[in-house]
């Protein structure tokens, strides 16, 4: 066991007028098994290349373990696995590679095929497995599940829950809540440290920001309280001291030194009053900075003319001399959320491109509705580049809704003015997300919203389908999201 510690960390990419971290400091334990999380394009990637040491910074982290990250950049990918793996770990020791393969149930056949011929969900299991065999490191592990089917997630979840040592980046609950001990949190002003997972985590956040929310209006119908209470004192003392200068209804002259020492209680209190009213003010000002912005997010579904949109009956796909699914038989009918499971490879995204109206070699029956509009996200962003604006007028929706709803996902006014190509992986695909929920369509079809997406999102996007019940088709490899908003599920 040791200590990696992190004392004013401060850093901004050169160019940029905004620091990503500013005097942050904390300290982890190597034996740790930490979930990080925070909102798209907060800075968790940043940060594991700056243990890594890619980019210089003011402040000072120290650690006496070696940080390797994961996906592992692989150079000659035509090269047999084995190459690869000696590559990543030149001391490593067959029985134990075999010990960790099996464990994440690879067969011994890959070792022994080019690198590019694994799958994506071969080739994550295989470079965590050679990973874990480095001794005296702690590993950095970055959104592994991207290219995992459900079945995969679990396999791999269950595998880093035998494990410790590492930082994983992953916006799926269910898989953080298997695997970690400790939440490491990016948050609006701060970066915290908390013990246990992640549904822990945002347990102890709901309490805290149910608190300061009301806090914060016990302090805002205080501060007005005192205001109006120090106005009014304040207007009783200029009183009684206008009175000073005049007689008494006998004609006497009026005890100036009394009517001056009542005039200076009052002000004193009216001060006293100020003062309360600062230091509410002041209490007021340290609450509801890391508060997410969480507003909802609207569709507008256009009603199709018929009950029935879509039906597929006895479908299969081929591509060449590959069959790559058999006998599919389901119906799309209005107002059903439709997850579409299966393990990579199962056809999935090919089904949901012939739904769309590709071009896709099918036997069977398939009848799409007349005049279906159909609104698709696809897997792929690295088609987006440009402008938003541009890109608004250039996809037909209205540009000001466009960027209301990436506001509400926690897109800052900054972003607004970069080009789309910058953005990160998260921000991409929310991108595509408001884009869609901008059209004016009968039926979403969505492959794959979620990946890169944060976890706050995720729960928006969550309670908008919810809420407005669009007809959806979906794949999916989010299990809690699945489980939360499906209302039937095909499998492939």
């Not at 994506?120 to 991207?146: C, H, R, Y």
């Not at 402008?387 to 037909?396: C, V």
């Not at 800052?412 to 369509?441: H, M, N, T, Y």
Request: glycine share 6%; with cysteine; hydrophobic share 35%.
């Amino acid at each position: 066991m040791s200590l990696i510690n992190v004392n004013n960390l401060t850093f901004a990419y050169e160019g940029s007028f905004d620091n990503i971290f500013e005097n942050v400091s904390f300290q982890i334990d190597t034996d740790w098994k930490l979930g990080f999380t925070g909102r798209n394009g907060r800075g968790k990637t940043t940060f594991l290349n700056l243990l890594l040491g890619k980019y210089e910074y003011s402040g000072k982290i120290t650690a006496h373990v070696s940080f390797e990250y994961f996906p592992f950049q692989v150079e000659n990918k035509e090269n047999q696995t084995l190459d690869i793996i000696q590559d990543m770990v030149p001391d490593y020791q067959l029985w134990e590679l075999m010990r960790e393969l099996s464990l994440l149930q690879v067969s011994e056949d890959v070792l022994y095929r080019p690198f590019e011929t694994l799958s994506n969900g071969e080739q994550t299991k295989v470079m965590l497995a050679a990973l874990f065999l480095k001794e005296n490191s702690f590993l950095l592990i970055d959104e592994p599940t991207n290219h995992l089917d459900m079945h995969a997630r679990e396999l791999v979840s269950d595998y880093l829950h035998s494990k410790s040592g590492y930082i994983l980046v992953s916006h799926d609950r269910a898989f953080l809540d298997n695997c970690v001990d400790h939440i490491l949190s990016i948050n609006r002003t701060n970066i915290e440290v908390q013990k246990g997972n992640f549904s822990d985590w945002w347990e102890n956040k709901q309490r805290q920001d149910n608190y300061e929310l009301a806090e914060n209006e016990k302090l805002k119908k205080d501060i007005k309280r005192l205001s109006d209470a120090a106005k009014r004192t304040s207007n009783w003392s200029d009183a009684v001291e206008k009175t000073k200068n005049g007689t008494l209804n006998s004609g006497l002259k009026v005890d100036k030194g009394y009517i001056g020492h009542k005039a200076a209680k009052m002000m004193q209190r009216s001060k006293s009053i100020e003062k309360r009213q600062q230091s509410a003010i002041d209490d007021k000002s340290k609450l509801l900075k890391n508060i997410e912005n969480q507003d909802s997010l609207k569709i507008a579904q256009l009603a199709y003319h018929k009950n029935q949109m879509a039906e597929l009956e006895k479908v299969s796909i081929h591509y060449g001399e590959k069959l790559v699914c058999s006998d599919i038989n389901f119906t799309i009918e209005q107002g059903e959320r439709i997850a579409l499971a299966g393990k990579n490879g199962s056809g999935k995204s090919s089904i949901l491109k012939l739904i769309c109206g590709e071009d896709i070699d099918h036997t069977g029956t398939f009848r799409k509705g007349s005049q279906l509009k159909i609104s698709y996200v696809s897997q792929d962003t690295s088609h987006l580049k440009g402008n938003l604006t541009d890109f608004a007028r250039d996809s037909g929706i209205d540009e000001s809704l466009f960027k209301s709803i990436l506001r509400k996902l926690d897109f800052s006014r900054v972003q607004f003015e970069k080009d789309i190509s910058a953005f990160s992986g998260g921000q991409k695909k929310k991108v595509l997300i408001a884009k869609s929920l901008c059209e004016k369509v009968h039926l979403h079809i969505w492959d794959e919203p979620l990946n890169f997406i944060d976890v706050i999102s995720r729960m928006q996007i969550e309670e908008l389908l919810l809420e407005h019940s669009p007809t959806i088709l979906f794949v999916e490899h989010d299990r809690e999201f699945c489980n939360n908003i499906a209302t039937k599920i095909v499998e492939l």
